[in-house]
């Protein structure tokens, strides 16, 4: 039933970035600092999604980088405690996002959280078309058969509008730049874990991130 779902996901993405996007400007409109308005926004996302991607990010980085097997480092991500590498990924995770943010001027911040709101959904395709569940007890595991043409037609959709208002360059970099992070985290995903978990696929929304808004803002450099 989940796999029903997927073409819905770069219109959620777009949802929050409108949402972060519409903080982001109204609280440049009232003059406040760049990067202060920056965080207030991914404060509004997170509130927005639970934090749900941030989490992922966090028990992906702790079970990636702490544990020796594969069952080891998934047991790791499945505790609800954060560890060292989770707190270091969520710091920078914010960080990245924050500071590529300030660097944009204010009348491209909608459509910068618009465009990489829906660019990082669709990219967790990525693991899904490369990888096999990691558990066969686990949530994403139930993401079979997903409806691959009504993703690619909602993500033209929502990107093509935002790539014609975004700088070119950085729009074709931010695009690329996703699909390598994505192939790398899959890579590393299939080596450390055995295939992909809902964690690794929220890990795959906010690295997505970081990398589009990063390219994005190279334009305002």
């Known amino acids: 039933p989940l796999g029903r779902t997927v073409w819905a996901w770069p219109l959620v993405g777009a949802l929050v970035g409108a949402c972060g996007g519409s903080v982001a400007y109204a609280l440049r409109a009232a003059t406040l600092p760049p990067l202060v308005a920056a965080f207030w926004a991914l404060v509004a996302q997170s509130l927005l999604t639970g934090a749900l991607h941030e989490d992922g990010l966090a028990d992906t980085a702790d079970g990636l980088f702490g544990g020796r097997t594969p069952a080891r480092r998934l047991e790791i991500m499945r505790d609800s405690r954060i560890g060292g590498y989770g707190a270091v990924a969520l710091c920078l995770g914010f960080g990245i996002r924050a500071a590529a943010l300030a660097a944009l001027p204010a009348p491209a911040l909608l459509p910068a959280l618009l465009f990489s709101g829906a660019l990082s959904r669709s990219a967790m395709a990525v693991p899904l078309?490369?990888?096999?569940?990691?558990?066969?007890?686990?949530?994403?595991?139930?993401?079979?058969?997903?409806?691959?043409?009504?993703?690619?037609?909602?993500?033209?959709?929502?990107?093509?509008?935002?790539?014609?208002?975004?700088?070119?360059?950085?729009?074709?970099v931010a695009l690329a730049s996703v699909l390598v992070v994505s192939l790398w985290l899959s890579g590393t995903c299939r080596r450390r874990l055995g295939g992909y978990t809902g964690d690794t696929l929220g890990a795959t929304v906010v690295l997505s991130e970081c990398v589009a808004l990063s390219a994005l803002s190279a334009a305002a450099g």
């Open 129 to 172: 078309l490369c990888l096999a569940p990691a558990r066969a007890d686990g949530l994403a595991s139930t993401l079979r058969r997903p409806a691959w043409t009504g993703l690619a037609v909602v993500t033209a959709v929502i990107l093509l509008p935002n790539a014609l208002i975004l700088p070119a360059r950085p729009a074709v």
